[in-house]
C-alpha cells in the first residue's frame, strides 16, 4: 500500500529532494560530459557495485521490480487529494510533451494511473540525458513530487520493457525495519543495493564496510 508523503498537502512545502532532482541533475549531467551515465542514490542506498558490472549500462535502471518501491496508484475514484493533484500536473506535463514522449508513455500507462517510486536508485545512461533535460524543463515551476514526477520522466523516455530491470531487481528494500531489526541483519553481498543503511556514527561505517568486504574484500583497507 503507498501512502501519502507526510508532507504532501502542504502548500509552503519545499521538497528540496525534487528541487535537487529537477533543478540540478540535468546541470551534473552537462559538467560531466564524458560519463557514460549517471547513478543517483538516496540517503541510506549502500550500493554492491560489484553486482552491476554485468549490467546493460546503454538501458534505464530503476527499482520498477521492486514492489514497495514502485507502485502503481489508479486515478479514476481516487479519494486521496493528493494523488489527484499529481495525476493533473502528469497530464499536463505529458500533454505538452513533444509526440515521442507522448507516446511511450501512454503506451505504457494510459491516463487513469501514475506511478509513485520512491526513486531512492536509479541510472540514466548517456543516450538519454538530453531526454530527461528536456522533461525537467517541461515540468517548469510545478509542483510535481519528485516520486511521481522521475518515474513519469522514466515512462516517457522508453517503454519500461526496454529498461535493464533485472540490474536492480534483487536490491533488499524495506521501508521500515521491524524492531528485531538491523542493518547488519539485511544487509547481502549478494543483492546489487540495500536499503535502508542508516550509519550513523563511526561505528555504523566501520559495521558497514565489514558487511560491503564480502563483496570487495579490498574495502578492509578503509578499516
Not at 511511450?104 to 541510472?123: A, N, P, Q, R
Request: glycine share 6%; charged share 20%; with cysteine.
Amino acid at each position: 500500500m503507498c501512502t501519502v508523503p507526510p508532507y504532501a498537502n502542504s502548500a509552503n512545502h519545499v521538497n528540496n529532494i525534487l528541487h535537487f532532482v529537477i533543478r540540478y541533475l540535468p546541470k551534473v549531467f552537462a559538467r560531466y560530459g564524458g560519463a557514460d551515465g549517471f547513478l543517483f542514490l538516496q540517503d541510506h542506498m549502500i550500493l554492491n557495485y560489484w553486482n552491476l558490472l554485468q549490467a546493460d549500462k546503454e538501458k534505464l535502471w530503476i527499482t520498477d521490480k521492486i514492489a514497495h518501491s514502485w507502485v502503481t496508484i489508479p486515478l479514476e475514484s481516487n479519494k486521496e487529494e493528493w494523488f489527484v493533484k499529481q495525476g493533473a500536473m502528469v497530464k499536463q506535463v505529458v500533454g505538452s510533451s513533444p509526440v515521442h514522449f507522448q507516446s511511450k508513455y501512454k503506451e505504457s500507462m494510459g491516463e487513469d494511473k501514475i506511478v509513485f517510486c520512491g526513486s531512492e536508485l536509479f541510472y540514466v545512461p548517456r543516450q538519454f540525458v538530453e531526454d530527461f533535460g528536456d522533461l525537467v524543463g517541461l515540468v517548469g515551476s510545478l509542483d510535481l513530487h519528485h516520486k511521481i514526477a522521475v518515474p513519469m520522466f522514466f515512462l516517457a523516455m522508453d517503454s519500461p520493457q526496454n529498461f535493464d530491470s533485472e540490474a536492480l531487481a534483487g536490491t533488499v528494500f524495506k521501508t521500515n525495519l521491524a524492531a528485531n531489526e538491523t542493518f547488519s541483519s539485511i544487509y547481502t553481498a549478494q543483492s546489487p543495493a540495500v536499503f535502508p543503511v542508516k550509519v550513523m556514527n563511526e561505528i555504523d561505517f566501520i559495521k558497514v564496510i565489514r558487511l560491503m568486504s564480502k563483496g570487495d574484500p579490498l574495502l578492509m583497507e578503509l578499516v
